[in-house]
C-alpha cells in the first residue's frame, strides 16, 4: 500500500510538473521546419517572438484560464492529498484530493480541447506555414490522462 502510495505521490508530482512545462512553453504548434513555434502566450518566428494574436481571441484567452485553473486544482490537490494522508483515519477515502484533481482534469479537457478546436488543426491556414503539433500540446494531453487515473485512483484509495 505505502508502494502505491508512493507511486501515485510520484506520477502526481510529474502531471504538476508537465502541466506547468506545457502552459509555459510555446511549442503547442511547430511549423515543418522547426524554425516557428506558437503556444498559448507567444508566437516565436526565426527568434522573434511576440504576443499570439488572433481573430478569435476568447477561445485563446479560455484556453490560456483553464490551463491555468488545471495547474491550481492539480497543486492545490497534492497539497490536500498530503494533509490527508497525515491527518485522516485509517479506512477513509482520499474523496477531497480525488474530486480536486478530477476537476484539474475538467480543466485540463476544456483547455486543451478549445485550442485544438480553434487553433492545433488550422495551423497552417491560421500561420501561413505547415505545422504540426509540438511537445506541449502533446504533454497537456499526457497530463489530460494522468490527471484522470490519479484522481479516480484518489477516489477508490483508502488510508491503512
Known sequence: MLVLLAGIFVVHIATVVMLFVSTISNVWVVSNNLTESMGLWLNCTTGNCESVQFGN????????????????????????????????????????????????????????????????????????????????FILAWICFCFSFIIGILYLVLRKK
Open 57 to 136: 481571441q476568447d477561445a485563446l484567452k479560455s484556453s490560456q484560464a483553464f490551463m491555468i485553473l488545471s495547474i491550481i486544482f492539480s497543486v492545490v490537490s497534492l497539497v490536500v492529498f498530503v494533509f490527508q494522508l497525515f491527518t485522516m483515519e485509517k479506512g477513509n477515502r482520499f474523496f477531497l484530493s480525488g474530486a480536486t484533481m478530477l476537476v484539474c482534469w475538467l480543466c485540463v479537457m476544456i483547455g486543451v480541447s478549445i485550442y485544438t478546436h480553434h487553433y492545433a488543426n488550422r495551423g497552417s491556414s491560421l500561420l501561413g506555414w505547415d505545422a504540426h503539433h509540438g511537445y506541449c
